[in-house]
């Protein structure tokens, strides 16, 4: 994740200003066609909903039924759909959202294609910023540079060598510093590795510039921390970010105690626009916010924190991901564990005596494997619907999965994954695994096929919040450019209900808020979506590319695609 900010980006930028018109009464939306995921599973169409002055759902009408007149037995307000789909609003089930608004902040380097394209606009970003004294940001990938290692200090020395810079790997697993932040951190040869963590270093034993996993707090200690008000900025622009995705709602993977603040402020404020089932960042985080036991849901069911998030080993790309056998490419590593089976056992525990949800981090098939163990032995204590989340389970051994069946039956599973990591780590987990382990990679129809729920998000700010892409993915296992031809592992493809429950009911049902949003239904709050491609008959092709032309949240609009030049397009037609 990103962990860092400058309070001095904030002084440039202002939140934009929140539309003030204010609706009343019941709203009539038709002229649509609308789909729904139903109690069953299935997909359901329907052609109109109605939703009161309280944001809630209150009628939802099929073909055939005949819709209320306007007046004061029927509705007051409605709304022409313009012959638009109409979906629930998409819920990214694992997102990082304070994070998310720091990535448009900042300098990102996500999309760049070489080292050297790199190092050019880390270059250019300090001269157009001359009065930072650090320079922060993120988003590179050697892998994408096809460097065949990491960058070092010293190439990044040649771009900014009068001041620190900390730049975030694109898994937020690693970071690269330069010489200045080094010393500053006090990083030298004599510095012992971290557990749990791994310093690049040189022949000669000096730090070469690429801290992964533990050992970045080593930086965590001389960086700049952010500001209230750099949070809340963060925050408004990661809302806005969402609301044009058509995103209405979001599982926070880390909820820091100060992102947590940063929440209540706006909860507080009325500029909440998103629903956030925040996760805290480990158990000290959780008893704090929660205290013994989860939040209330808060602000019109906009804010809840239920869960915790624990880390039990790092990314793949970073080969961080604890692994059975010896990577593939690395044959001296199995990557590396961040927790013992016992620490995990007992931070799960503590977590579920107070009934707690656990989500727990495990990428590597050794990290699936230990998990799956775990839960299987608490579920002997802590039974009932724990509904246990492993988030990305990007790696499980087939060996592993009759585990997977066996905890989905007892006490419920979710498989949080993320469908456009399986074409960004293509290539890269080809190499990482080798042929033998990749029947167990990013394996979304086996891990359903045994039980467990799939609940898709982007783990943004590593991937973009863009559900589409993510659903063209899941559907086709081929990157934008169509490849590879006939799908990556086309049998762990997943279809069109599958998809649209994993973005709406089952990454409500993820969060315990199945009762509260996540589908159209009479008592469910009125978050819907209008677009222009139907996700049950379109291509994937078409799919990545939906435009969303209009996003509601609790019956409020936060985002028109079509609103007048000048006119602001992501905030609110009316509180929430």
């Not at 937020?172 to 200045?180: E, L, P, V």
């Amino acid at each position: 994740m990103i962990k860092h900010w400058i309070a001095a980006c904030a002084l440039t930028l202002t939140q934009p200003a929140l539309i003030a018109q204010t609706a009343h009464a019941d709203t009539l939306v038709d002229n649509i066609r609308g789909e729904t995921i139903a109690a069953g599973g299935s997909v359901q169409a329907f052609i109109a909903l109605m939703f009161d002055d309280n944001g809630v759902i209150t009628a939802v009408y099929h073909t055939g039924e005949r819709l209320p007149r306007q007046g004061k037995k029927g509705y007051q307000y409605r709304i022409d759909g313009k012959g638009h789909v109409l979906l629930p609003g998409m819920i990214d089930a694992h997102a990082h959202v304070i994070d998310t608004g720091f990535a448009l902040l900042r300098l990102d380097l996500t999309d760049t294609a070489s080292l050297d394209e790199a190092l050019a606009r880390i270059a250019a970003y300090a001269r157009a910023h001359p009065d930072r004294p650090w320079i922060v940001g993120g988003g590179w990938n050697q892998e994408r540079w096809h460097l065949g290692r990491f960058p070092t200090a010293a190439e990044l020395d040649r771009a900014v060598p009068d001041r620190p810079v900390w730049l975030d790997r694109v898994d937020g697993h690693a970071g690269w510093a330069n010489s200045a932040a080094l010393k500053l951190a006090g990083v030298t040869a004599a510095t012992p590795t971290p557990d749990g963590g791994a310093i690049d270093r040189l022949p000669d034993g000096r730090p070469a510039g690429v801290l992964v996993d533990h050992a970045t707090a080593l930086m965590d200690r001389v960086v700049p921390t952010p500001t209230p008000r750099d949070l809340d900025l963060a925050l408004a622009t990661a809302e806005a970010d969402f609301a044009k995705m058509g995103i209405t709602a979001v599982a926070d993977m880390g909820t820091s105690i100060n992102e947590w603040l940063a929440y209540r402020r706006a909860g507080d404020a009325n500029r909440l626009y998103i629903r956030i089932m925040a996760y805290a960042l480990g158990t000290e985080a959780m008893a704090t916010i929660g205290g013994t036991g989860p939040t209330p849901w808060l602000y019109a069911d906009r804010l809840h924190m239920g869960g915790v998030k624990l880390f039990l080993d790092g990314a793949l790309g970073s080969r961080g991901a604890w692994l059975k056998a010896a990577y593939a490419d690395q044959p001296a590593s199995h990557g590396t564990p961040l927790l013992t089976e016992t620490q995990l056992g007992n931070l799960m525990s503590r977590a579920a005596m107070d009934h707690y949800q656990v989500a727990v981090h495990a990428i590597g098939d050794q990290a699936n494997a230990t998990l799956l163990t775990t839960i299987d032995d608490l579920g002997h204590t802590y039974r009932g619907e724990r509904r246990w989340r492993i988030e990305h389970a990007q790696i499980v051994d087939p060996a592993d999965w009759p585990l997977v069946a066996t905890i989905a039956a007892k006490g419920g599973l979710i498989a949080s994954m993320q469908p456009v990591h399986q074409t960004s780590d293509r290539v890269m987990a080809e190499a990482r695994l080798g042929p033998d382990r990749l029947r167990g990679a990013y394996a979304w129809a086996s891990l359903k096929r045994q039980g467990a729920v799939l609940a898709f998000g982007s783990d943004t700010p590593v991937e973009r919040p863009d559900p589409w892409t993510g659903i063209a993915a899941a559907l086709s296992r081929q990157d934008k450019t169509g490849a590879p031809a006939g799908g990556w592992q086309p049998q762990e493809r997943v279809d069109r209900p599958t998809a649209l429950a994993a973005y709406t009911t089952n990454a409500a049902w993820a969060g315990f808020a199945e009762t509260r949003f996540g589908r159209i239904a009479p008592g469910q709050r009125a978050d819907f979506i209008l677009i222009d491609t139907d996700p049950m008959t379109a291509t994937p092709d078409a799919i990545r590319h939906t435009k969303v032309f209009q996003t509601w949240v609790g019956g409020g609009k936060t985002w028109d695609a079509d609103a007048p030049a000048g006119e602001a397009k992501d905030k609110p037609e009316r509180p929430l």
